[in-house]
């Protein structure tokens, strides 16, 4: 079963720099590469040069600034006022890969948050001498003035020092074909989220294992064996086991158990076949993974390590260690920041379960893909793409993508 494709995603370019910083000229070697990319022209109102500009009437001004949220930035320079509008953006977006020229940094946090969508920043940058000798190299006959704005732009950056972009290219040592290319290549770049239980690891199978050992050592039969496992088979934690010990009157105390069944668990669980190679296929293709996990700190930690799943993904976010579960939106929030990522750009999160994972990394607007292990979806808004392990899964991010 594969859902209706979303709605294409916003997906954009950011160019900030100084002057002769590259900017005309990494934004060409982009269009060269991908024809999807072109240059955002934003609305101007005001005398001077036109070209790569919408012109714009002051009444025109006006309007866009009557309606609501039709001006996500504006600015004046020169007697001039430049808008980046939304109208101009929906339009760009829709077309393709919009590039935008963007010389404060207010302006890039602005088109972030007042049109959200993966928009990769990059600095362009060159020392002030390359600026000045291209200036002069191209016949600029107002090249003093460029230096100033120079100026201005190492002001803005110093006056802004908690910003942090997604890209720092030096264009003095950096050829634009190169910076093409790299700015293509990240901002195809993916955040996969992915659960860890039973998704990459088979889990049930260790628990079920577990059980069934420690009731045939200890003599325990096979109702206490069902008892335990139907109570172990989502969450085992020290509550669990407790109550199972009261309930059950194992021949352990809760804590003696518990510190046997940590170890035994994480020396016990492998990977689904395949999953490592998978998951090192979505890394290769330039991706990020981060693993999103409910359960204690330490006993997840273990298993990550002890089935190498901890070496082959970027980060992992695990309850017990950041205090939200999912299906809250804070541990989704929690795993995209560290990768340095940000919810509003997108990405996916793949998992076993229907609430934990697919509804909870909806509602935190992410796309998502239930791993059904070939059962039937149970109910509710459908994720957008049903795979049966997540070998499967990985392949439809990586496909998606090419
Ligand atoms: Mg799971």
Redo the contacts with the bound molecule.
């Keep these: 079963m594969n859902a209706a494709p979303a709605a294409p995603a916003v997906r954009g370019v950011i160019l900030y720099g100084p002057p002769a910083s590259g900017k005309d000229t990494v934004t060409r070697a982009l269009a060269d590469l991908d024809t999807a990319f072109s240059l955002f022209s934003r609305v101007k109102v005001g005398p001077g040069r036109s070209a790569g500009y919408r012109m714009g009437t002051p009444e025109r001004l006006e309007e866009l600034r009557s309606s609501d949220g039709a001006v996500v930035y504006e600015n004046s320079r020169y007697g001039s006022t430049y808008v980046t509008d939304r109208p101009g953006l929906d339009a760009a977006v829709a077309a393709g890969v919009p590039v935008m020229h963007l010389g404060q940094v207010d302006g890039v946090r602005a088109v972030l948050d007042g049109y959200p969508g993966r928009w990769l920043t990059v600095l362009l940058w060159c020392p002030r001498e390359v600026a000045e000798a291209r200036s002069a190299g191209r016949g600029d006959v107002d090249t003093p003035a460029r230096l100033t704005a120079w100026d201005a732009t190492r002001a803005d950056l110093d006056a802004n020092p908690d910003f942090r972009f997604d890209l720092t290219i030096q264009t003095d040592e950096v050829a634009p074909e190169a910076a093409a290319a790299q700015i293509r290549q990240t901002l195809s770049s993916e955040l996969v989220l992915v ?5 990459l690891i088979d889990r049930l199978a260790a628990v079920t294992a577990w059980v069934t050992r420690y009731c045939a050592g200890h003599g325990l039969g096979p109702e206490i064996e069902q008892r335990m496992l139907d109570a172990m088979r989502i969450r085992a934690d020290l509550d669990v086991i407790e109550g199972l010990c009261a309930e059950l009157g194992l021949p352990e105390s809760a804590g003696e158990l518990w510190s046997r069944y940590e170890p035994e668990l994480a020396a016990a669980v492998t990977p689904f076949p395949g999953v490592i190679e998978a998951l090192a296929a979505v890394r290769e293709a330039g991706h990020q993974v981060v693993v999103v996990t409910n359960g204690g700190t330490q006993i997840q930690r273990a298993k990550l390590k002890a089935s190498g799943i901890a070496e082959v993904v970027d980060a992992v976010c695990i309850s017990g260690a950041i205090g939200v579960r999912k299906p809250e939106r804070g541990i989704f929030e929690a795993a995209a920041a560290s990768v340095g990522r940000d919810l509003a750009q997108g990405g996916w999160m793949i ?3 229907a609430d934990l ?1 697919v509804t909870g990394g909806r509602t935190a607007g992410l796309r998502t893909i239930w791993i059904s292990h070939g059962r039937n979806w149970p109910d509710g808004a459908e994720p957008d793409f049903v795979a049966w392990t997540a070998i499967e899964a990985f392949a439809h991010v990586v496909r998606g993508t090419q």
């Design positions: 659960d860890f239980d039973d998704t998992g076993d379960n994972d």
